[in-house]
């Protein structure tokens, strides 16, 4: 098989910059999706995304092709990368629903004359990966673990300029594999940690809870300062000056919220409370997120303001995601407190704001999302 050639299985936001991404550094690419519609849209170069600077690599590719077909998929690679979505349940498990649908399919297309490798970069329950290597292992198939730490916005230069890569695998022959295909991707040339899938899993919910516990402790500082009349920027800064702790993540602002930080963090403390290790620091780290914001409100009604302005109430700039927007609840809180508030968004997030909150709030049609 052409070492060249790579595939893509789950071709939504994510998957489908990572094909781009795969594409741009010289790689063959097949990426396979279940909706056939949306695929012919890649294929015509017709599909439009608000995710900065995907819509100008769609509109320039040259080796990258969409399909439905898994066959098809696998057949073009022995190198294949599983993007599918994961969904949190209110436990804190992650619904790997999708992959485990993606096994079953691979099951059903029977032994491989090839020994094919799927690299599962879906965030999974810990003890996943070895699962679904057991199911497939007899088909000739090795699995190995290798999530992205990405942020909606910032995708494609998230995925092309990664602060670390880590690899959860069975053999070094495995993570090597994976490392061949970031070192032809990455210019900046990131610390690559080679680890068991296990390792691999609770790493990355580690990490991300992590920075949720500093979001949270630099936020409580900052309500502090505010409260007994210091600048809490400046506060802030001096202590991530400190290259023990430095100042990604640690600014003052909206809470923790979105798709993966309250998702990895819940999935910490369920994982956690099953194997009877104490969490206490990441349960501040959430009462102080829900208690943030009621300080930020308080500070804004305290000051005596009548109106609020936002060009944006999704839970970060450059994206249309709502998904447990600090910005959002802030600005709800604030109408629930007699405050007018008006908001600038796009048309679609205009209506989803409509179909959940009706008129409370004076809306301004923005052309597009402001890029992240």
Same mark, same amino acid.
């Given at each position: 098989?052409n070492k060249?050639?790579l595939?893509?299985i789950?071709?939504?936001?994510?998957?489908?910059?990572?094909a781009?991404?795969?594409?741009?550094?010289?790689?063959?690419?097949?990426g396979?999706?279940i909706n056939?519609?949306?695929?012919?849209s890649?294929?015509?170069?017709t599909?439009s995304?608000?995710?900065?600077?995907?819509n100008e690599?769609i509109?320039?590719y040259?080796?990258?092709?969409?399909?439905? !077909?898994?066959a098809? *998929?696998?057949?073009?690679s022995?190198l294949?990368f599983?993007?599918v979505? %994961? #969904?949190?349940?209110?436990? &804190?498990?992650y619904?790997?629903?999708?992959?485990?649908s993606?096994a079953?399919?691979?099951?059903?297309?029977?032994r491989?004359?090839?020994?094919?490798?799927?690299?599962?970069c879906?965030?999974?329950n810990?003890g996943c990966?070895?699962e679904i290597?057991?199911?497939?292992?007899?088909?000739?198939w090795?699995v190995?673990?290798?999530?992205?730490?990405?942020?909606q916005?910032?995708?494609?230069?998230?995925?092309?300029?990664?602060?670390c890569?880590?690899?959860?695998?069975?053999?070094?022959e495995d993570?090597?594999q994976?490392q061949e295909?970031y070192?032809a991707?990455c210019?900046?040339?990131?610390s690559?940690h080679k680890?068991?899938?296990l !390792?691999?899993?609770l *790493?990355?919910?580690?990490?991300?809870?992590?920075l949720?516990?500093k979001? %949270? #402790?630099?936020?409580?500082? &900052?309500d502090l300062?505010?409260?007994i009349?210091?600048?809490p920027e400046k506060?802030l800064?001096?202590?991530?000056?400190d290259?023990r702790i430095n100042?990604k993540?640690f600014?003052y602002?909206f809470?923790w919220?979105g798709p993966?930080?309250?998702?990895?963090?819940r999935?910490?403390?369920?994982?956690?409370?099953q194997?009877?290790?104490?969490h206490?620091?990441v349960?501040a780290?959430?009462?102080i997120?829900?208690?943030?914001?009621?300080q930020?409100?308080s500070?804004y009604?305290?000051?005596g303001y009548?109106?609020?302005?936002?060009?944006s109430v999704?839970?970060k700039?450059?994206?249309?995601?709502l998904?447990?927007s600090?910005?959002l609840?802030?600005?709800h809180?604030?109408?629930k407190a007699g405050v007018?508030?008006t908001i600038?968004e796009?048309?679609?997030?205009i209506?989803?704001?409509?179909s959940k909150?009706?008129?409370?709030?004076t809306?301004i049609?923005?052309?597009?999302?402001?890029?992240?």
């Amino acid at each position: 098989m052409n070492k060249k050639n790579l595939s893509v299985i789950g071709i939504g936001r994510l998957g489908l910059c990572f094909a781009m991404t795969l594409e741009e550094a010289g790689f063959n690419v097949v990426g396979c999706d279940i909706n056939k519609d949306y695929v012919a849209s890649i294929n015509k170069r017709t599909f439009s995304s608000i995710e900065p600077g995907l819509n100008e690599k769609i509109a320039k590719y040259n080796n990258f092709k969409a399909t439905t !077909s898994i066959a098809k *998929t696998v057949a073009h690679s022995d190198l294949i990368f599983v993007t599918v979505a %994961s #969904f949190s349940e209110p436990d &804190g498990r992650y619904d790997v629903s999708q992959v485990y649908s993606v096994a079953a399919a691979l099951i059903k297309l029977g032994r491989q004359d090839s020994t094919k490798h799927l690299v599962i970069c879906t965030n999974v329950n810990p003890g996943c990966s070895d699962e679904i290597s057991e199911r497939l292992r007899d088909l000739n198939w090795k699995v190995s673990f290798n999530p992205e730490t990405i942020a909606q916005g910032t995708i494609l230069k998230n995925q092309k300029y990664p602060d670390c890569v880590y690899i959860g695998s069975e053999t070094e022959e495995d993570a090597l594999q994976i490392q061949e295909v970031y070192e032809a991707v990455c210019p900046n040339s990131p610390s690559v940690h080679k680890m068991d899938r296990l !390792s691999a899993e609770l *790493t990355k919910v580690s990490l991300n809870c992590f920075l949720t516990c500093k979001i %949270s #402790f630099a936020n409580m500082v &900052g309500d502090l300062a505010i409260k007994i009349g210091a600048n809490p920027e400046k506060v802030l800064n001096a202590i991530g000056s400190d290259t023990r702790i430095n100042n990604k993540f640690f600014k003052y602002g909206f809470g923790w919220g979105g798709p993966c930080f309250p998702r990895d963090t819940r999935a910490y403390v369920r994982l956690s409370k099953q194997n009877s290790i104490p969490h206490d620091m990441v349960d501040a780290s959430m009462r102080i997120n829900e208690s943030h914001i009621a300080q930020q409100v308080s500070n804004y009604l305290e000051a005596g303001y009548e109106n609020y302005y936002t060009k944006s109430v999704a839970y970060k700039e450059g994206t249309n995601i709502l998904e447990e927007s600090q910005q959002l609840r802030f600005a709800h809180e604030l109408q629930k407190a007699g405050v007018d508030v008006t908001i600038e968004e796009t048309e679609q997030v205009i209506r989803e704001l409509k179909s959940k909150f009706g008129d409370i709030f004076t809306y301004i049609k923005r052309v597009s999302t402001p890029s992240g």
